[in-house]
């Protein structure tokens, strides 16, 4: 496909994205070390991994260092997870206050049962006083900082909450709207209903839309502009393992293609020199990509052990489709130093062109539909009872990054 989209650049707020791409936040995936190797690649909004609000406002030392960007990273965007109105709006006066953040975003979407079991993420919008007092008040102590949400469908088929949602968020205040077209119900199974972002993007006329949900490539990326109106797209798991897929999404959004400052492993050539929308990277530039992410995770860690088990979980997104040998990925998946990768990638065949389709598509766990886990009684009413609202706000999350 040579076909690309010149894209109106993205405001949120007064951000301005010349490319209209979102980093989707990740839990043990989306910190530093990753969003400033994608950024490498590509241009858009990299959002962090998910930030407890209550052990934010705790000042808990994971919190605190989960916060914290390296100097390249601007602008800088933190994702909330809260349930407490009164935590969330200290969470978010605090990034302010301390100039900690020119983004944030709060999440409504996560479908984990640790979440949902306490009335966060997914689950929470189907409490629509709840969900506006938390948007309003989130808003207001933003001030200039632009606020923004990011939700799914609803709990499940039969309880969708993204219309009005959406509808609430916008009355409130918010710089954008992002929709992962799916239910909790669902996880990461099945398909996205992108018919459910148009609608959304139909149903919010002030703010941008944004769409989430299955987008493997940039073609799909155009293809969901297309289909749906949305005002950009946000990326998850699209991206495990395909830094570079940020460098297609540049290309086919604004031709020519981006030309990457001090990028390093070098983007793969096909986008890089050609302006076509899809890299081919050789074994030889996986493994560089491979390498300079555990780099970056030495760095953010600062501990070389723990960043050399937290990059075993990326061996199967990067080598996906490569002939590169069940006794070298073991290895690499047990790898205790960056010495040890260096002399495992050293045995590769970096000539070893691209593979083609077996590389391409669904990366990550998909999982099966499932009943969401959710506070007892939590669907009687679309408002939250007095005792039911401190019940939720005691159980709010001690802990951050998912």
């Known amino acids: 496909m040579s076909t690309s989209l010149v894209a109106k650049p993205l405001s949120i707020g007064p951000i301005e994205l010349t490319v209209p791409v979102v980093l989707a936040p990740m839990a043990g995936i989306t910190n530093t070390a990753f969003r400033r190797l994608c950024r490498e690649y590509g241009a858009g909004l990299y959002v962090s991994e998910m930030i407890t609000s209550r052990a934010l406002v705790e000042r808990t030392p994971e919190s605190m260092r989960l916060i914290r960007h390296h100097e390249s990273e601007t602008p800088r965007s933190i994702q909330l997870y809260g349930v407490d109105p009164k935590t969330v709006r200290e969470a978010v006066t605090m ?206 860690f600062e501990d070389e052990g723990r960043a050399t088990r937290d990059i075993r979980k990326h061996v199967a997104w990067y080598f996906k489709g490569y002939a590169v040998g069940g006794e070298t990925r073991a290895a690499l998946a047990m790898s205790s130093s960056l010495d040890e990768i260096d002399q495992l990638l050293g045995r590769l065949d970096h000539d070893q062109p691209y593979p083609g389709v077996d590389a391409e598509g669904q990366r990550g766990r998909a999982g099966t539909p499932k009943t969401p886990s959710l506070p007892d009684r939590w669907l009687d009413s679309r408002e939250i009872a007095e005792g039911m609202r401190a019940e939720v706000a005691e159980a709010e999350l001690h802990n951050s990054g998912g």
């Open 95 to 300: 990034l302010v206050a301390e100039d900690r953040a020119d983004h944030i975003d709060l999440n409504f979407g996560c479908p984990v049962p640790k979440v949902t079991r306490k009335g966060g993420g997914a689950a929470l919008p189907w409490k629509l006083d709840l969900f506006r007092e938390i948007v309003e008040g989130a808003v207001q102590a933003a001030g200039r900082v632009p606020l923004t949400i990011k939700m799914r469908k609803g709990i499940d088929a039969e309880h969708l909450t993204y219309l009005e949602a959406g509808r609430i968020a916008e009355g409130a205040g918010v710089s954008s709207i992002a929709l992962h077209a799916r239910t909790a119900s669902e996880f990461y199974s099945g398909h996205a209903d992108w018919s459910a972002i148009a609608k959304l993007k139909d149903a919010v006329a002030s703010v941008p839309v944004l769409g989430n949900g299955d987008i493997w490539s940039a073609e799909d990326a155009l293809r969901m502009v297309a289909e749906t109106g949305c005002d950009g797209v946000v990326v998850g798991r699209g991206c495990l393992g395909k830094p570079w897929l940020f460098g297609d999404l540049a290309a086919a959004f604004s031709p020519p293609p981006l030309q990457t400052r001090d990028a390093r492993p070098e983007p793969p050539a096909a986008w890089a020199q050609g302006g076509v929308l899809k890299a081919e990277p050789t074994l030889g530039e996986v493994a560089a990509a491979y390498r300079r992410h555990a780099e970056l995770l030495v760095e953010f």
